[in-house]
C-alpha cells in the first residue's frame, strides 16, 4: 500500500492561497552583504544578527578553542552530565550583565518560554499576556495549568480592567509582555506594567528577546532603559540574536533558578546547548560589557536610516528601535513590493496577515551595526525607485 500522502491537500492549498513560499539559501555567513540563491548577491535588511557578532572573528576564534578543549557537543541534558564550566560561567555571566541574582540559559529563546512560563506557574494562577506577545510565549501559556487571558497590545487601562476584575480570583497573577515587539519595534511600557503589578501584587515576566544588546546601557536591555533595575521578577532574553550565537535565558532570584533546574522540562529533557555556543555567548556579553561601541554603532545606524526614509516620505508607523517597519498596507502589493526589493538585491521580509492585522502590510527592515552608511543610502535609492514604479 502506498504511503498516505497527507499533505499535498494542504499544500496545494497553500498554492492557491499566494502564500507558498520557498526558503532562501545563503551562501556565506550572515552579513550585511551576502550572497543567496545561487550568487545573488544582495544588501540584507532581515536579520536579528544586530551588532554583527553573528560572524564576528572573537567569537569564531573562542568557538574554535572550545571545540579543541570541550568537544562538539554537550552529550547530555545539564541536569545530568551536560553542565560544563562554561555553561555554568554563561549563567553567572548573563546574571552580572543583567544586574540579577541569578539566571539560568536554556536552549533557545523558544525553550526559555515554553519551559519556563510551565514551570513557574501552577493551578489557581492567571497569567495576563499581551495580545502581540511572541509565539513562544504563547505556547508556553498553553503548556501551563494557569488560567490565560490576553489584554489589548500595551493598553494599560484594559490591562487594569483585567485585573480590578480577576486578579482576587487567584494565587499569583503574571503579568508577561515582550520588552520589544518585533512587528512594530515599539517598547512596551513598563513603568506602568511595573507599577499596575506592584498595585495589584503580581509578577512580572518581560521577553526582552529584540531588546537584549540593543537598548540601555552597554545592551542591558529594557528593563535597564527604563532603570527598572530590580522591579522586574523574571526577564527573558535570547543569545540568538544581537548575541549572535544560541540560546536563551531567564534572570531573576536565586531561587527561580534552583526551582527551574528541578521543574523546566526544557531543562530536564533536553540536551545542553554545544560548548562552542556557549563560549561564544559568554565572550559577546564581555565585548558588550568591555565597550559601547558596538550598540553605539548599531543605533546610529539605525538613526540614520530612520531619518532618510522619514525625509522620503516613507511611513515607518511607531518604532522606537532599529527595527523599521516600512507600512504598505495591501497584503499583495506588500508581497509585490518585498519581490521587487529582492529582485534589485535588497533583502527584506514582507510581513503581512496573520503575522499582523490585516490591510497592515509592511517591509520590515533590520538595521544592524555593520551596515554602512553607503549600503544604507543604497537601500533609500532602491526603495524609492520600486515606490516610483509600482
Ligand atoms: C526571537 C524571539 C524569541 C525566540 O528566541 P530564539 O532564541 O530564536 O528561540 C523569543 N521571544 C521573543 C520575544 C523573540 O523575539
Known amino acids: 500500500m502506498p504511503k498516505k500522502n497527507i499533505f499535498k491537500e494542504k499544500v496545494e492549498n497553500l498554492k492557491a492561497e499566494g502564500i507558498f513560499r520557498k526558503l532562501n539559501i545563503l551562501e556565506g555567513p550572515n552579513e550585511a552583504i551576502e550572497t543567496v540563491n545561487g550568487g545573488q548577491y544582495v544588501i540584507n535588511l532581515c536579520s536579528n544578527n544586530y551588532l554583527g557578532f553573528a560572524n564576528h572573528p572573537r567569537l569564531k576564534k573562542v568557538a574554535i578553542e572550545a571545540i579543541e578543549k570541550y568537544g562538539v557537543g554537550a552529550g ?30 536554556f536552549q533557545s529563546g523558544l525553550t526559555c518560554n515554553s519551559g519556563a512560563i510551565q514551570a513557574i506557574s501552577e493551578e489557581g494562577d492567571l497569567i495576563l499576556s499581551d495580545e502581540l506577545n511572541h509565539a513562544s510565549i504563547i505556547d508556553g501559556s498553553r503548556l501551563s495549568k494557569a488560567d490565560r487571558k490576553v489584554y489589548k497590545t500595551c493598553n494599560m487601562q484594559h490591562l487594569e480592567e483585567m485585573l480590578k476584575m480577576h486578579r482576587k480570583n487567584y494565587k499569583n497573577v503574571f503579568i508577561i509582555s515582550d520588552g520589544v515587539f518585533s512587528m ?18 503580581c509578577l512580572t515576566y518581560i521577553d526582552d528577546a529584540h531588546g537584549s544588546g540593543v537598548l540601555g546601557k552597554n545592551g542591558r536591555g529594557t528593563v535597564d532603559h527604563f532603570g527598572l533595575h530590580g522591579k522586574v521578577d523574571l526577564i527573558v532574553g535570547t543569545l540568538s540574536k544581537a548575541i549572535g550565537s544560541i540560546g536563551g535565558y531567564i534572570a531573576g532570584s536565586k531561587n527561580m533558578y534552583e526551582w527551574l533546574n528541578h521543574r523546566a522540562r526544557t531543562v530536564l529533557f533536553s540536551t545542553a546547548l554545544p560548548p562552542a555556543s556557549v563560549a561564544c555567548s559568554i565572550e559577546a556579553i564581555k565585548m558588550l560589557q ?9 543605533w546610529e545606524n539605525a538613526r540614520f536610516f530612520q ?56 517591509i520590515r527592515c533590520m538595521v544592524s551595526a555593520t551596515h554602512t552608511k553607503e549600503q544604507l543610502e543604497e537601500v533609500i535609492r532602491i526603495l524609492n525607485k520600486v515606490r516610483d514604479n509600482s
Open 307 to 362: 531619518n532618510k526614509l522619514k525625509e522620503n516620505g516613507f511611513d515607518i508607523g511607531k518604532t522606537q528601535t532599529p527595527i523599521t517597519p516600512i507600512q504598505i498596507g495591501d497584503e499583495a502589493k506588500t508581497m509585490e513590493f518585498g519581490k521587487k526589493l529582492f529582485q534589485e538585491g535588497i533583502y527584506a521580509s514582507p510581513i503581512i496577515f496573520p503575522t499582523v492585522q490585516k490591510g497592515t502590510g509592511r
Open 290 to 298: 568591555e565597550s559601547s561601541e558596538y550598540t553605539e554603532k548599531l
Open 76 to 105: 547530555a541534558v545539564r541536569t545530568i552530565n551536560g553542565n560544563t564550566i562554561l555553561h555554568e560561567e554563561l549563567d553567572k555571566k548573563i546574571a552580572q550583565f543583567k544586574h540579577e541574582e541569578a539566571a539560568h540559559h
Open 184 to 201: 512594530d519595534g515599539n517598547i512596551a511600557p513598563l513603568p506602568e506594567i511595573v507599577a499596575l503589578a506592584e498595585q495589584y501584587e
